[in-house]
């Protein structure tokens, strides 16, 4: 206290409303008191959020995604939410952020997208989609994050897109056996091993010498066929 002053200031309070009073401990001449109340609202400051699409590497460190990416390979959309006035603030913003995925590939079978469930900030303002994902569907997506806000940080985005680019991988097919002689009209069973990470179905002719004799769809699993003669398998994904 100065000249019988004071002043106090801060910028840190959470967004919300107060009620401020100052008090006068007294002093060997003057008692003790208290001001009037007064009312203070803190109003929201504008936030901004970024959307970053980063991949690791075999040492498990975070580096931007530079390209498009095969499908399989895990994919980490981290949205970061921070103060326009305070970027570097103590108090990190709280709340959700939402991601939104644009797909403009086969919408046959229904694709996998970024999920559009919102994320709670962790203690430093920032989420990731899903904690990582490795199955979005091959094919151009653009991808954006919303910020809900909350009593100091006002809503922000959508982001700019960001776009992903999935490439489809080439998975090995193998045919368990190789050879097989059986006799006419017995059964047989062939095993697929596919090495996909997520297996859809087969397309698969039997020949007879060059000749058809049998095709069919089905899901990656043991089946038996008839056979007459010596076959083999042509199998492809599809």
Do not use: K
């Amino acid at each position: 206290m100065s000249n019988g002053s004071a002043n106090w200031q801060t910028d840190r309070l959470p967004g919300g409303s107060y009620s401020v009073h100052a008090h006068y401990p007294g002093d060997g001449t003057f008692g003790g008191s208290d001001s009037p109340t007064i009312a203070v609202t803190v109003s929201p400051e504008t936030s901004t959020t970024t959307l970053s699409a980063l991949v690791t590497t075999p040492d498990g460190d975070f580096i931007p995604l530079a390209s498009g990416l095969s499908y399989g390979t895990p994919v980490y959309l981290r949205a970061e939410v921070q103060s326009v006035a305070h970027p570097n603030a103590d108090t990190a913003p709280t709340g959700t952020v939402t991601f939104a995925d644009t797909y403009s590939g086969p919408q046959t079978p229904p694709p996998v997208l970024v999920p559009s469930t919102p994320y709670e900030l962790n203690s430093e303002g920032t989420a990731i989609a899903a904690n990582g994902l490795c199955a979005l569907s091959p094919g151009p997506h653009s991808v954006t994050a919303s910020y809900s806000g909350d009593n100091s940080y006002q809503p922000s985005g959508p982001t700019s897109p960001t776009s992903l680019t999935i490439t489809q991988v080439t998975p090995q097919v193998d045919v368990l056996p190789s050879q097989s002689a059986v006799a006419v009209n017995s059964m047989f069973t062939l095993t697929v091993l596919d090495g996909e990470p997520d297996p859809r179905r087969l397309d698969y002719l039997l020949y007879r010498g060059v000749q058809v004799v049998d095709s069919d769809t089905l899901a990656l699993r043991n089946a038996g066929r008839s056979a007459s003669d010596h076959l083999f398998v042509w199998a492809a994904l599809s």
